[in-house]
């Protein structure tokens, strides 16, 4: 049974000016969990997981990430998280193997570890056959595979995956969410966002912002008795149409 928290974040808020883009948002994600992150473009998902991995001061609220304060100890937990950002991340002139061994130097592995780290991921993303091309001539599918990869090469005690598996094939999809079993089955908490409603039907649990506040947050299964719906997409709809900025949310 999963017992540690992972994620601690109570009325955690952020403003721009006049306009709040999270608004008192409170949850708590616990080791090993695998946790769906949703909202539409605006809803407030992006600042909060900024908040989260140190990169943006909230405005007011708390939050503590893998024990570190948000407010005081954001380099701590830039150095205890992985992150895959939603736009590729990797340098596309390097090669995989070159990938690899340049963000395993900034995570601070050692020669010997990084040597046995940089074979192994080569060989769980299947990239022995390319290993030395560059990864720009690589398919997207084998990008993302290796960036989410390289975001956990240093066990990291949770990882944040802002929209991953966009605009790869379904095969690569599950594959990629085979990984992030694997991922949460090692201890792992798996902090996701993503578009595609059906795998939010892959979480454990799933969180729905709208116009910065969550709306909903429980299991797929009890968020679907909850609203009547039949997937995680009707949900998401529902409490879409109530936001105050209507189909723009949809």
């Not at 879409?240 to 900025?245: I, N």
Request: negative net charge; charged residues 25%; glycine residues 10%.
């Amino acid at each position: 049974m999963i017992s540690e928290t992972a994620i601690i974040a109570e009325n955690l808020t952020r403003k721009f000016g006049d306009f709040t883009a999270v608004n008192r948002i409170s949850f708590e994600i616990k080791k090993g969990e695998i946790f769906g992150f949703l909202g539409a473009n605006g809803a407030g998902k992006t600042t909060a997981m900024k908040m989260l991995t140190g990169l943006l001061a909230p405005t007011s609220g708390s939050a503590q990430v893998s024990g570190y304060d948000v407010y005081t100890e954001a380099d701590q937990i830039k150095k205890n998280i992985g992150y895959m950002s939603q736009k590729f991340s990797l340098y596309d002139d390097l090669t995989s193997i070159e990938n690899i061994r340049f963000y395993g130097g900034i995570y601070g592995l050692d020669r010997v570890l990084l040597n046995q780290k940089t074979d192994e991921l080569v060989e769980k993303t299947g990239l022995t056959g390319v290993k030395k091309k560059q990864v720009g001539s690589l398919p997207q599918g084998w990008k993302q595979k290796l960036a989410f990869s390289i975001s956990t090469i240093h066990n990291p005690g949770i990882v944040f995956l802002d929209e991953p598996t966009g605009g790869v094939d379904p095969v690569t999809r599950r594959q990629f969410w085979e990984m992030i079993y694997e991922a949460s089955e090692a201890g792992i908490t798996v902090f996701v966002t993503t578009h595609y409603m059906d795998e939010a039907e892959y979480c454990d649990r799933v969180s729905i912002m709208v116009d910065g506040t969550i709306a909903a947050l429980d299991t797929p299964e009890a968020l679907k008795e909850s609203f009547s719906a039949e997937s995680i997409e009707d949900v998401f709809i529902q409490l879409a149409r109530k936001s105050k900025f209507g189909s723009n949310q949809l």
